[in-house]
């Protein structure tokens, strides 16, 4: 059970890669479930309607983690993988980018990388401001950014209210990613063992969360896994 952020570092340093909550659709385990025991919802303490009264312990533990891991410089933390929060060890998350298809931002996207660039981490209100853009666009340009591996979370900002402001740095540098990558076919070859670990076998379908096409995920599989007919579909397990 974690219930410290050393241990959910180690955690994450022992699997690589981590959704922050479980998916149904994913093979990766889930942060939550190492703090909650299970991946039950139960997130919040409600009264007898139905209301909410206030975080359970381990919601509130998992709550402040998901933006200390990254200020702590622990584990990277952001939309990364399947459009959801993904924790990822610092060690895998240049495995992470060279296994990516290469991405050149435009549009807004590009003002919110000069920004960042240019101003170091910023907030979502921050690059409204910074970029001159609506809310819808600087959150959706960010969404993207994350998941082409460009943005990662940096830290949490207070602000006024009862919620602080989540402050976006580009991914190379606040990780300190190295120029030189590892070639990108051994990088997918290990990402594809690593789902393959968490998952005992999988289809070409699994792997989609790392945006991979299923032709993609198959030649990899192929390289690393022994295969089998399944119903109607091709079923990839350890060798």
Request: aromatic share 6%; hydrophobic share 45%; glycine share 8%.
């Amino acid at each position: 059970m974690v219930r410290t952020l050393t241990q959910a570092a180690r955690w994450l340093d022992r699997v690589g890669l981590a959704l922050l909550f479980p998916k149904t659709d994913v093979v990766l385990p889930s942060l939550w479930e190492q703090v909650n025991g299970d991946a039950a919802r139960n997130w919040a303490v409600r009264d007898a309607e139905g209301g909410f009264v206030e975080w359970t312990e381990e919601m509130g533990f998992l709550w402040g983690a998901k933006d200390e891991l990254p200020a702590q410089g622990l584990a990277c933390v952001g939309k990364h993988v399947a459009r959801v929060a993904t924790c990822v060890a610092p060690r895998l998350v240049p495995t992470l980018v060279a296994a990516a298809d290469p991405y050149e931002p435009d549009g807004i996207e590009a003002d919110v990388v000069a920004a960042v660039r240019r101003d170091g981490p910023l907030t979502g209100p921050e690059l409204r401001d910074t970029v001159g853009a609506a809310k819808k666009d600087i959150d959706k340009a960010v969404a993207a950014l994350h998941r082409r591996l460009v943005l990662t979370n940096s830290h949490l900002v207070e602000q006024d209210g009862p919620w602080g402001a989540l402050a976006h740095d580009l991914l190379r540098r606040k990780w300190n990613v190295p120029k030189r990558l590892p070639a990108r076919d051994g990088a997918r070859r290990e990402l594809a063992l690593l789902f393959l670990e968490a998952a005992g076998e999988l289809t070409a379908a699994d792997l989609a969360p790392l945006g991979w096409r299923r032709k993609e995920a198959a030649a990899v599989l192929d390289e690393v896994a022994e295969s089998r007919d399944g119903d109607g579909f091709r079923i990839w397990a350890r060798r």
